[in-house]
């Protein structure tokens, strides 16, 4: 199975709204920890986001905010009020912990275009 | 801080040749990571140090591709000799392993001809 999964290889929004980027992953490890990173047209990866496995609040970044849902191993991006430059590669990622080895693993990306 | 710094940007090189990457991770991070990114596979995670002492070298594609860490503050990633399917962006990525948050460098991007 997946490590990590993105389904949505592509998502347009339209400038000024809110677009929610998906991401599920799968580890039987009780602690790991979960991450967004933004890879504009430059190439250059910028995290962004980081979601510990036993963090009781939903963690938020400036327009940044990650919807986790642990029952379900989702940890869904949410970009509020989309501007151009958010135009970009989007990954997850995740980080097993001792237990697992603390392997690391990469989603596949989903392209954000922002509209004007 | 200055963040993770790699080099060179670029490099174009002919198959067979010899390739050196650097990194400078940033200070009092104690992880080191070396990803290949390419649109076929992905980013993959070629190897990773500890303080230094190499963790994980399973990602590493074969005999080929080396790595060290002579020191805290500089890892290479060497491929000797250097194929066409060796083209790709290879990022460092460093930590403080504690916090697991990876810090990336700019990349270079490896044409092998």
């Known amino acids: 199975a997946q490590k990590i999964t993105q389904t949505q290889p592509g998502m347009f929004v339209q400038e000024k709204e809110a677009v929610t980027l998906d991401c599920t992953y799968d580890?039987?490890?009780?602690?790991?920890?979960l991450f967004w990173y933004k890879q504009p047209s430059s190439g250059e990866m910028i995290f962004l986001i980081y979601q510990g496995s036993y963090d009781q609040q939903n963690a938020t970044e400036g327009r940044y905010s990650l919807n986790f849902q642990k029952a379900r191993k989702s940890a869904n991006l949410v970009i509020s009020a989309s501007q151009l430059g958010d135009s970009a590669m989007y990954f997850c990622?995740?980080?097993?912990?001792?237990?697992?080895?603390?392997?690391?693993?990469f989603g596949t990306g989903t392209s954000l275009t922002v509209i004007p | 801080d200055a963040g993770v710094i790699q080099s060179p940007r670029h490099e174009v090189t002919e198959m067979g040749q010899e390739v050196t990457l650097r990194c400078k991770p940033i200070?009092?991070?104690?992880?080191l990571f070396w990803y290949r990114q390419t649109m076929m596979r992905g980013l993959e995670l070629l190897i990773y140090f500890n303080n230094n002492v190499p963790i994980d070298d399973s990602g590493m594609p074969e005999d080929r591709f080396s790595a060290k860490m002579p020191n805290a503050s500089f890892s290479t990633l060497k491929i000797q000799p250097s194929e066409p399917r060796d083209s790709a962006v290879y990022f460092c990525a460093s930590s403080l392993m504690a916090k697991n948050i990876q810090y990336f460098g700019a990349g270079t991007r490896l044409s092998v001809l």
């Open positions: 990622a995740m980080r097993e912990g001792p237990l697992a080895g603390n392997q690391f693993y």
């Open positions: 580890t039987s490890d009780p602690s790991y920890g």
């Open positions: 200070s009092g991070h104690n992880s």
